[in-house]
Structures are given as structure tokens and as C-alpha cells.
């Protein structure tokens, strides 16, 4: 564990706090956000990043500042499979351009509140029994293989449980009202088709941690380390979604990427269970490493999809023109 000041996460959660509602205020019109606005805050996002992880290395130290970096830079690469399922939702429930932004904007909140219950079970898991470690490395063998066959049991929206428990709790009517969750109709209180798609977004955002948990606790155990890496990840999602809307299907090279990340990642948790529970003299890979072999397979992986194009590329867009395609991620089911 380092030794983080009180101050330092008070910063974090004031950055969060600050960076949310700069983001609402922008947005609180509905619009469609186009690839110039999606970059700008594509960019702001990654710089606030960057900026408090250049703090956290001044502040924390060297190898805080590493681990950091390569947890972000982890999780940021990992979330491109959530953009897919982003795609596939939005064209399963047609879901209009213009409210798509408050949808994310809402699935965002959830998923800094489930990630952080998700990361803190797991760090405390660790910390109590470090042979966890070897079911966390099966678990990314496991989605490495999924991925590499291509299995395809993707996200289904029409078989999430999330999605069928909302509609049994309350009445889902066929029509958007415009951003509105609710709506009266014959004097009741029925939800419109945003909620179920929000609600099927932070499903799906349950399965993401599946994969995401176990490979940031390879890099860290440490609470700062691997929540504030994975906040600000999560933080700049909605941006990345709009920027790289259309244009995900091209980088098709990317998937065997992850897959080769994911098994990397799955030898580092092997390792680093081997060394605490078997022999100290089993060697662990630095995270330094671990964030040299991120980048350079990311960098490679977007080269040579840019590089060899696919033979058959058409046009991604779903449903109603919604982003970037209707591709399930691999390995992912329905919760």
C-alpha cells in the first residue's frame, strides 16, 4: 500500500465532482455530439488524467505514478470493448442521436458507484487471500480465449435480466418523452424507453468488471491506485464513444490486442500469486514492463488495422445511424 495524504483524495473526488458537472452544465441541451465537440472532451478528459497522474508521481512516488499509469492505460483500452456494447444498445432500443449523451452521462455515475464496490471487494479479497489471484488470472485466460474464437454469445439487451426485472417493476412505455425517465399517463407513473436503456447500461457495465477488476488488481492493490485509474477511464467513455463513432469496425486488429493484453495480464496475476503464496523466489513482472507491453501492443494493434484494412468494411451504425455498429463484445453475457 502507499501512503496517500487525506488531501490528495479529496482532490480526486473534488476533480470528479467539479469535471461532472462542468460535463452536465455543457450538455444540458439535447444535441447530437458531433466528432469535433466528442474530441475536444476526449482530450480534456485524457489531460485530466494525465495531469493527476503526474501529481500522484510527484506526490506518491515513481512507482505509484507507473502503477498508475498502467492501470489508467489498462482500463482505457479495455473499455473499446464497451463501446460496442454502447452501439448495440443504443440500436436495440433506437435510442435517438440527441439523448444518447444523458444516457452514458447517467450509466457513468453508476459505474464509478459499481466499480467502486467492485474494487474494493476485490482489494479486500486479495488482501485476505492471495491464492484469489489464480482464479482472477482464469478467469482472463478465459475471456482471451472467448475472444480469439470469437464466440458469439454477445450482450443480448433483449435477454438482460436488469432490463426484464425494470419491466416487472414498473410499466415501460414504447415512446421516448423527449431526456424524461418518467411520465404520467391515465394517472399513473410509467418509465420511458431511456430508463431501460440506462438500466441496461449499467448492466452492462457489471459484465465490464468482470475483466476490468481482475486485471487492475494485477497492477495494484492499492485502493487510490486502482479506483482513481479506473475513474478517470470511466470518465472519458461518452467522449470516446461519439469520437470514434463509425470508425471502431476499422481498428479491426485491436480485439487480438486486448486478447494478447489480457493473457499478459493473466501470466502477471500467475506470477504474482506464485511469488506470495508458493516461493519468493518465483519472479514478478514490474509494472513498469506491464506498461511498455500495453503500449506497444495498442500502438501495434492500431497500426496494422490502419495498415491492412478489412476486405469488407461497410459503413457501422446500427440501427438508426447510433454509433459504432451493433458488434457484441466477446465473451460477454447478459446479466
Known amino acids: 500500500m502507499h501512503d496517500v495524504p487525506l488531501w490528495l483524495w479529496l482532490v480526486f473526488v473534488a476533480a ?3 469535471s461532472l458537472a462542468v460535463d452536465l452544465l455543457a450538455h444540458r441541451q439535447a444535441h447530437v455530439i458531433g466528432f469535433r465537440e466528442a474530441a475536444m472532451w476526449s482530450w480534456a478528459w485524457i489531460g485530466l488524467a494525465v495531469v493527476f497522474g503526474v501529481v500522484v508521481f510527484l506526490v506518491v512516488g515513481t512507482d505509484a505514478g507507473v502503477e498508475y499509469t498502467t492501470a489508467w492505460l489498462l482500463e482505457k483500452s479495455l473499455s473499446v470493448d464497451n463501446l460496442f456494447v454502447f452501439a448495440l444498445i443504443f ?4 435510442v435517438p442521436r440527441a439523448y444518447q449523451h444523458r444516457v452514458l452521462f447517467f450509466g457513468v455515475l453508476g459505474a464509478l458507484v459499481f466499480r467502486g464496490v ?17 482464479a482472477f488470472a482464469a478467469i482472463l485466460f478465459y475471456s482471451t480465449y472467448k475472444i480469439l474464437r470469437e464466440e458469439d454469445d454477445s450482450f443480448d439487451p433483449a435477454r438482460s435480466l436488469a432490463v426484464r426485472a425494470l419491466r416487472k417493476i414498473v410499466p415501460v412505455r414504447d415512446e421516448y418523452a423527449g431526456t424524461k425517465f ?14 431501460a436503456v440506462v438500466v441496461a447500461i449499467e448492466a452492462a457495465d457489471v459484465i465490464f468488471a468482470v475483466d476490468s477488476v481482475p486485471a487492475v488488481l494485477a497492477v495494484s492493490s492499492d485502493p487510490f491506485i486502482v479506483y482513481t485509474s479506473n475513474a478517470f477511464a470511466i470518465l472519458g467513455l461518452r467522449a470516446l464513444y461519439f469520437m470514434l463513432a463509425g470508425l471502431l469496425d476499422r481498428f479491426h486488429y485491436l480485439s487480438k490486442g486486448l486478447a494478447f493484453i489480457l493473457a499478459f495480464i493473466g501470466v502477471k496475476l500467475v506470477l504474482q500469486a506464485a511469488h506470495k503464496t508458493i516461493s519468493t523466489s518465483v519472479p514478478e513482472i514490474p509494472s513498469l514492463v506491464s506498461l511498455a507491453v500495453i503500449v506497444t501492443v495498442l500502438a501495434v494493434s492500431v497500426a496494422l488495422s490502419i495498415a491492412r484494412p478489412p ?13 459504432p455498429g451493433t458488434k457484441g463484445a466477446p465473451g460477454r453475457d447478459a446479466p
Not at 440500436?91 to 433506437?94: D, E, I, N, T
Not at 467492485?118 to 489464480?134: C, E, I, K, N, Y
Request: aromatic residues 12%; charged residues 15%.
Open 16 to 18: 470528479v465532482l467539479v
Open 311 to 323: 476486405p469488407h468494411h461497410e459503413p457501422a451504425g446500427g440501427t438508426g445511424g447510433n454509433g
Open 91 to 94: 440500436g436495440y432500443f433506437r
Open 118 to 134: 467492485f474494487l474494493a471487494a476485490g482489494v479486500a479479497v486479495v488482501s485476505r487471500f492471495t491464492a484469489v489471484l489464480f
Open 182 to 195: 418518467f411520465v404520467r399517463e391515465a394517472g399513473k407513473r410509467v418509465a420511458t424507453p431511456l430508463l
